[in-house]
């Protein structure tokens, strides 16, 4: 069964492959580090986008997304020539640790199963 993608889902996925070729070869923003644009969703009126993007170094964060909210304007603006759309949306930059708190919460897990494998075997 095809399943029908709305306007707003489509130009957020668009938005994102955009935003993701944008940020490595245009920005030269030291503050930048690496970031990986990981989610775009677009509002249903399609006049603002949130944008969920991670970094490598959790420290770096804070400056990226001021690097990124700095950048907002001009990346837009790119963004809003290579889509064809009436209205581009207006970028907010959020980031995004959820694979980070899922990696303390897999190693505070097992070392809890650890523990209690040797709690057993005594």
Same mark, same amino acid.
Request: net charge negative; proline share 3%.
């Given at each position: ?5 709305? #306007?707003? %889902?489509?130009? +957020?996925?668009?938005?994102?492959? %955009?935003?993701?070729?944008?940020v490595q070869t245009e920005l030269k923003d030291p503050r930048l580090g690496?970031p990986s644009i990981l989610e775009v969703e677009v509002s249903k009126d ?12 959790? %420290? ?31 970028? +907010? ?9 899922? #990696? ?19």
């Amino acid at each position: 069964m095809v399943k029908d993608y709305s #306007r707003s %889902e489509r130009l +957020a996925s668009q938005i994102q492959r %955009e935003l993701a070729s944008l940020v490595q070869t245009e920005l030269k923003d030291p503050r930048l580090g690496m970031p990986s644009i990981l989610e775009v969703e677009v509002s249903k009126d399609l006049a603002h986008a949130r944008v969920y993007f991670s970094v490598l170094n959790p %420290e770096d964060a804070e400056a990226c997304l001021e690097a990124l909210n700095h950048a907002s304007g001009f990346l837009q603006r790119e963004i809003g020539k290579s889509i064809k759309a009436r209205v581009t949306p207006r970028l +907010a930059f959020i980031y995004d640790d959820t694979d980070i708190r899922g #990696r303390q919460l897999s190693d505070l897990i097992d070392s809890a199963v650890a523990s209690d494998k040797v709690k057993a075997n005594h």
